[in-house]
Every structure is written in structure tokens, then in C-alpha cells.
């Protein structure tokens, strides 16, 4: 997948984070309230230091207003080391009991100096077909 490709961007301290959701048909059960999206993360260090992603943060809201906080150590299992100019590339999904919503959240980095900083993860939408509610 190349950047073009991620409809979601948001640049902070010199790192890119680029996001693809996408609502998986074949997964879903729209019968039983089960909505599963998958999602695509690109990752890029434009930064001048090798960066390390210690920790994640999300923030997850359904179409009814429920909201989920998930905190945890890196993601999918690892705590990547990016240099200078290096991408890192992962996916994962998120199951929702309604047709849509919305995720955002940050990743908390530390520079080779030692400094942690905070990196914006874009808000991105999780809609699938079965969504009825019209927005303005």
C-alpha cells in the first residue's frame, strides 16, 4: 500500500501516521450486532532521531455514543524501533455492536535522548453499509 492510499494523515514532532479502515462484509454479522473493521497503520519517522513506540492509546466511540478506552504496550506484540526515514507497517481490527463510529488516539514515543513524546494517531470513521442514520 502506498501513502496515496491512507485517507487518514496527521504528521507530529516529524512522525506520520497514516490510517486505512476498512469494514469487513464477510467477518460481520449485522444479525447478531457484531461490525468488524479492520484497519491499516503506516508509520514514518521524519524525524532526525531513531524513535522507539513504547505505548498505544485509543479512543473508541460507537454510533450510539458508547466509548471504549484501550491503553497498552506498543502494538500487535511489538514496540518498534524506527530510525530516521524508516516506515513501520501494521494491521488490526476493532469489533463494534453498532453499524459505525469513530476512532482516534496517540502513541507515546521515546527518542534515542530519552525523551517521551506523544504522537496524534488521526481520527478516523469505521462505517459500514449497514449504517442508517443520516449525518449533516
Same mark, same amino acid.
Given at each position: 500500500?502506498? $501513502?496515496? $492510499?491512507?485517507?487518514?494523515?496527521?504528521?507530529?514532532?516529524? %512522525?506520520?501516521?497514516? %490510517?486505512y479502515p476498512e469494514y469487513l462484509d464477510d467477518e460481520s454479522d449485522p444479525a447478531r450486532r457484531r461490525y468488524l473493521w479492520r484497519y491499516a497503520v503506516q508509520i514514518e519517522n521524519n524525524a532526525d532521531q531513531t524513535i522507539q513506540l513504547l505505548k498505544r492509546h485509543w479512543e473508541i466511540t460507537d454510533s450510539a455514543g458508547r466509548r471504549q478506552i484501550v491503553d497498552g504496550e506498543g502494538v500487535v506484540g511489538e514496540q518498534p524501533v524506527l530510525t530516521s526515514g524508516e516506515t513501520y507497517f501494521y494491521v488490526s481490527g476493532c469489533p463494534l455492536s453498532e453499524p459505525s463510529?469513530?476512532? $482516534?488516539? $496517540?502513541y507515546m514515543m521515546r527518542r534515542d535522548d530519552g525523551e517521551e513524546f506523544d504522537v496524534t494517531i488521526p481520527a478516523f470513521s469505521l462505517d459500514s453499509p449497514y449504517e442508517t442514520a443520516r449525518r449533516n
Open positions: 500500500m502506498d $501513502s496515496d $492510499s491512507f485517507p487518514y494523515a496527521q504528521e507530529t514532532w516529524g %512522525v506520520m501516521v497514516r %490510517v463510529g469513530m476512532m $482516534s488516539g $496517540s
